[in-house]
């Protein structure tokens, strides 16, 4: 009788012992699965600026698209809201956010561009009225009117489309490039100097 208890004992200790035995097994593969899982995969970060109500995220190099948006529109702000006495000021705060190896280009553009405004007294005035963003290339482009102003007074205004570069390091942003896509003052000069040109056809002819 105790024989018999005690092999029913010693089976059930050896049952508890296999079950405890399967699932320290099991618990040991679902962590050395999410521990590789996690090596390979990077980490989300959630971004809340405080200058708007709307959080965005960031996995590794890959940034929502909204964020590329917003930083896009931003800094296209500090280059194109300009005049000669915050150009240099809002530039600053622009290089911050340059990539390192375009900081040296960027920083010549702007002191050109504010001898520019200098020379002319000239105010810029950006409103941006479309913005298409790319994610799988990091690059914005927005389209708007850039205004011109001398003493308080508009002088022109042209549609122009601007394309920013970026490139991603460790969850930062940074901006690599600024440039004009398209421009309707190109097709307006060239209108003024077929119109100048077809003129002093006209005045020859009728020289003659």
């Known amino acids: 009788m105790d024989m018999r208890f005690k092999m029913a004992r010693l089976s059930s200790l050896q049952f508890q012992r296999n079950s405890l035995a399967g699932l320290s097994l099991s618990l040991l593969v679902v962590v050395v699965l999410q521990t590789f899982l996690l090596f390979f995969k990077s980490p989300r970060t959630i971004i809340l600026p405080p200058e708007t109500k709307q959080s965005f995220w960031v996995e590794g190099n890959r940034f929502a698209p909204v964020y590329l948006e917003e930083q896009g529109m ?43 405004l200098k020379r002319d007294n000239l ?20 389209t708007g009117d850039l205004n011109g102003y001398v003493a308080a007074k508009k002088i022109s205004s042209h549609r122009e489309t601007y394309r920013l570069e970026f490139s991603g390091c460790k969850g930062r942003l940074f ?25 002093t056809t006209n005045l020859t002819q009728e020289g003659k």
């Open 123 to 142: 105010a810029l005035n950006f409103v941006a009225c479309e913005c298409e963003v790319f994610p799988s290339d990091l690059a914005v482009e927005i």
């Open 175 to 199: 901006l690599k490039s600024f440039k004009v896509l398209k421009s309707d003052q190109e097709i307006d000069s060239h209108i003024k100097s077929a119109t100048d040109s077809q003129t």
């Open 74 to 116: 931003y800094f296209a702000h500090l280059l194109l809201d300009v005049s000669a006495s915050n150009i240099l000021a809002q530039g600053e705060i622009l290089l911050r956010y340059v990539a390192s190896q375009y900081h040296g280009e960027f920083k010549t553009r702007l002191l050109q561009e504010e001898q520019r």
